[in-house]
Nanobody, 118 residues
Framework: QVQVVETGGGLVQAGGSLRLSCRAS??????MGWYRQAPGSQRELVAT?????????IYADAVKGRFTIDRDDGENTIDLQMNALKTEDTAVYYC????????????WGQGTQVTVSS
């Protein structure tokens, strides 16, 4: 059974930092990444990372230069280091893990709340 579990959300002041972690289990995973959803908004891409050494990283324009995604293929984990946080980064952050044996089906975590106060 595939499980995707996020940890590390919380409350931080603007300008501060947070680190999110995600662990996937129960399958072989290709693309992994982070999406976020603010109240009243659609879920949007934050960052994704492909498997393998030097896997391609893709960032949303809104977070480029502030957020960094890392991956450990052996552990099926990804981290999101978030620096210089802004109030507009407030959202529920969801981890995505694409299950290869199931035909590249996207599996999602339950989400973790990030709140940035002014």
């Amino acid at each position: 059974q595939v499980q995707v579990v996020e940890t590390g959300g919380g409350l931080v002041q603007a300008g501060g930092s947070l680190r999110l972690s995600c662990r996937a289990s129960g399958s072989i995973f290709g693309l992994m990444g982070w999406y976020r959803q603010a109240p009243g908004s659609q879920r949007e891409l934050v960052a994704t990372i492909a498997p393998g050494n030097g896997g391609e990283e893709i960032y949303a324009d809104a977070v480029k230069g502030r957020f960094t995604i890392d991956r450990d293929d052996g552990e099926n984990t990804i981290d999101l280091q978030m620096n210089a946080l802004k109030t507009e980064d407030t959202a529920v952050y969801y981890c995505l893990a694409r299950s290869v044996p199931e035909g590249n089906v996207d599996k999602w975590g339950q989400g973790t709340q990030v709140t940035v106060s002014s």
